[in-house]
């Protein structure tokens, strides 16, 4: 007897029965990070002539960095971290100053909130107060060194930083290091453990006057630019105590004083920041439009309304 021939064949599927797995499409993929978010790319070639502007921010639920809890912290990064590569004669050298020193004074805390100082003064009958006695890290270490911070800025979130380096793996390092420094000691101080600061640092190069001058009153006034954000202000003609304002020489008033102390620590007396190097910054930012006013809100748009007037 012959064997049936007559078999069910199966359907073949059509690719429109497997649409939403796999393949290119709406939602596949990494997710996106937050705005703010630094790519993971290569970093881009950095030429030694140029310095950079470097930011970097902090873990949401930290206190703020400018306050006396944490403070003593990040200034131990600054002393221990600001020169990178300088070979082991880096303890054995001297301090140089080519910054105007100031009186010294009384190192407490003077009525200073969580951004650095008292928020809404008028500039009238306001107090203020002399220059921290910090020099630069100059001489041998600072030309030996491959990586040095020059300027800075502490916010309560964020930290600015105008640095120079000879190469991408000197700032890498050197950025690293001080990431590490300031990360190990604010753990330490708070008694806890985990990732300190939220992300990559940005990186930005300054290559001609106008952008350097624009950078160093951006970092060195950057509370004056979050303060104005607020509707608040600083008295005229006085500096940030959590920035290297104190120490910068290119003021269109001679030494001016900061608007509060800085909350003491064991270190004040040891420099945080080094000699530049690069032509920009020894003195050709001057080009760009000249001296800084300490006054000055950086970071503004053309036509945007006075500071308020307590």
Partial sequence: MAKSTNRRRGRQLSLALLRGRGGPGRGQGRKKRRFDYVPHRVRAYLDPNHPVHVSMSIVVGLPS???AKLWAAVR???VHGCLYGEGR???EQPATSSAPRGNGGDRAAAGMDE???SRGAS???THTHPLPTTARIGGDRSRRARFRIVEFSVQGRHIHLICEARDRSALSRGIQGFKV???RAINKRLGRTGTVFADRYHARDITNPT???HALAYVLGN???HAYAEQASYPRGTIDPCSSAAVFAGWTVRRPRTWAHAPPTDCDDQPMVAEPRTWLLRGGWKRGGGLISPSAVPGLPVGAPPLPVW
């Fill in 76 to 78: 131990r990064g600054f």
């Fill in 65 to 67: 960095l400018r306050g």
């Fill in 123 to 125: 500039d009238r009958g």
């Fill in 89 to 91: 004669e880096r303890k």
């Fill in 211 to 213: 952008q350097c001058r």
């Fill in 181 to 183: 420094r300031v990360a």
């Fill in 223 to 225: 509370q004056r630019h």
């Fill in 115 to 117: 951004h650095g100082g």
